[in-house]
């Protein structure tokens, strides 16, 4: 046991030590100022020796009667306080309890579970930066988690890559994209694009639809080398491929035509481009669409731009080669 400790509990000791002495001392002044004044009155000495006692008596009385009433008041705050301890423990439990129990009927419990474990690997006496740096990555992700619970829309400030890449190689039915040559001119040539590609190359090659409309500003854009070279790429792959012209979008649905990728018809990933020239412009904002009725929009806007488009038509070998 430490000296700090021995410290601690010599005090209460004390105390009661000091209340006793304090105790026998009122007992032997009461009786002895009965006996001085009953003696001074000329009592008989059996009658001071008597009310002497007597008086001493009440005194110690009183004062164990004080005594124990400020011990049982102690004991019923200590009470009420070990009471809502209890309480505060049991609700904490209870809380405790029903999360374990959300995370067991859980199909990602063994995520939720590697999650928490990682994250309490993480020293504490680690660097600040590391530390808000994680809580700002786990931040994001309950939030995102929130945003899909909820069912709405969840917003990216630029161009976001995990999610394109993540729910490209998640798809489970089928991918439909709506993808505007002029914006995504560049899109294929980057890391970022060859890294969708091959995603969806995968995808095609295990069965599953994916289907791509470009949309043109003008039959010309046709004959592009290097557009003509993406989409045959990706004919390649297994990607249905085909082509709009601006001018056959019907003219209610031009107001709709935008970047878009639909996954499984469950959701939908939007793109913003920046204002200015569509060959330099680029992602201002990603949108993840979650909400049933405008993922149902967005699956018929595809499907109504895929009946009015058309396969490209292969170039003949004297214009490949010139």
Known sequence: MTGESMAGRRPAPLRETSSVVRTLVLTVASGGLTFLITNG????????????????????????????????????????????????????????????????SSRHASLVTELVTNSTRIPPDSPPIIHQFVEAKVRETSELLKQ????????????????????????????????????????????????????????????????????????????????????????????????????????????????????????????TPTIGDPRLAQVAETRLVLTASRVHECAVLFGELWKVSHEPQPVPDVQRNA
């Open 148 to 271: 899909i619970a909820d069912g709405g829309t969840a917003t990216y400030y630029g161009e976001d890559r995990d999610w394109l890449l993540g729910l490209t190689r998640t798809a489970t039915k089928g991918i439909d994209a709506i993808s505007m040559a002029a914006v995504d001119h560049d899109l294929w040539q980057s890391e970022i694009g060859q890294r969708y590609l091959d995603a969806q190359r995968r995808v095609a090659e295990d069965g599953r639809r994916v289907r791509r409309i470009f949309v043109l500003d003008e039959p010309a854009m046709a004959a592009d080398p290097i557009l003509r070279r993406v989409y045959e790429e990706q004919i390649d792959m297994k990607i249905q491929v085909r082509l709009l012209y601006w001018a056959d979008v019907p003219a209610r649905l031009r107001v709709q035509v935008r970047d878009l990728i639909i996954f499984d018809n469950a959701l939908a990933y939007e793109t």
């Open 41 to 104: 009155l000329h009592q008989d000495m059996s009658i001071s020796i008597m009310l002497s006692i007597l008086i001493g008596g009440i005194a110690l009385m009183v004062r164990f009667l004080v005594d124990f009433e400020k011990r049982l008041v102690g004991v019923e705050e200590m009470q009420k306080a070990g009471m809502a301890e209890m309480k505060g423990l049991i609700l904490e439990i209870g809380e405790a309890t029903k999360l374990f129990g959300q995370i067991q």
